[in-house]
T-cell receptor
Framework: DTGVSQDPRHKITKRGQNVTFRCDPI?????LYWYRQTLGQGPEFLTY????????KSRLLSDRFSAERPKGSFSTLEIQRTEQGDSAMYLC???????????FGPGTRLTVL | TQLLEQSPQFLSIQEGENLTVYCNSS?????LQWYRQEPGEGPVLLVT?????EVKKLKRLTFQFGDARKDSSLHITAAQPGDTGLYLC??????????FGTGTLLAVQP
């Protein structure tokens, strides 16, 4: 399977703990996006990378959130000192420069107790 | 802030019925995508439309992009239980991020 993959698929954590998610994009795609989706809503943009450069961050991305894409391939999204309001589905997508079409991974479902 | 409004929000129909989902905005977009999402999974791309007035067909699904590139519709003919899911429209533009619609939750009863 050469689609976007995400790990883990599910994460349950206690409030105050740190969590890290990983995304592996489609191999030839140079753009990588992170979105957050809560129940009953469409995904909301968090941040995106072109190769290893983080080019845009949403105001939703508080200082407890950090994303990296060190070698321009996979990306990690870390949430520090998790809060119950962080509970959501975290989605990763990738695309090629010059195209609007984004392909999504299966998501990581985070539950903060 | 660009907003995409979808209607209806919820739709429950019987197998074999036809339905149309609408996606509307006051903004002009360079392209628009339709996705289908099942519970616990990521959105799966159905189609991308880029030209005003464009119509694309995918088996029993027909997608149309408005002439002014501000709105779109998805029509499903003879719906089947396998069509059940959350249908999302999403628009792209110069900012590269996708703006998603509010979603239409479709349930097709056998």
């Amino acid at each position: 399977d050469t689609g976007v993959s995400q790990d883990p698929r599910h994460k349950i954590t206690k409030r105050g703990q740190n969590v890290t998610f990983r995304c592996d994009p489609i191999s030839e795609h140079n753009r990588l996006y992170w979105y957050r989706q809560t129940l009953g809503q469409g995904p909301e943009f968090l941040t995106y990378f072109q190769n290893e450069a983080q080019l845009e961050k949403s105001r939703l991305l508080s200082d407890r959130f950090s994303a990296e894409r060190p070698k321009g391939s996979f990306s990690t999204l870390e949430i520090q000192r998790t809060e119950q309001g962080d509970s959501a589905m975290y989605l990763c997508a990738s695309s090629l420069t010059g195209t609007d079409t984004q392909y999504f991974g299966p998501g990581t479902r985070l539950t903060v107790l | 802030t660009q907003l995409l409004e979808q209607s209806p929000q919820f739709l429950s129909i019987q197998e074999g019925e036809n339905l149309t989902v609408y996606c509307n905005s006051s903004s002009v977009f360079s392209s628009l995508q339709w996705y289908r999402q099942e519970p616990g999974e990521g959105p799966v791309l159905l189609v991308t439309v880029v030209t005003g007035g464009e119509v694309k067909k995918l088996k029993r699904l027909t997608f149309q992009f408005g002439d002014a590139r501000k709105d779109s519709s998805l029509h499903i003919t003879a719906a089947q239980p396998g069509d059940t899911g959350l249908y999302l429209c999403a628009a792209g533009g110069a900012t590269n991020k996708l703006i998603f619609g509010t979603g239409t939750l479709l349930a097709v009863q056998p």
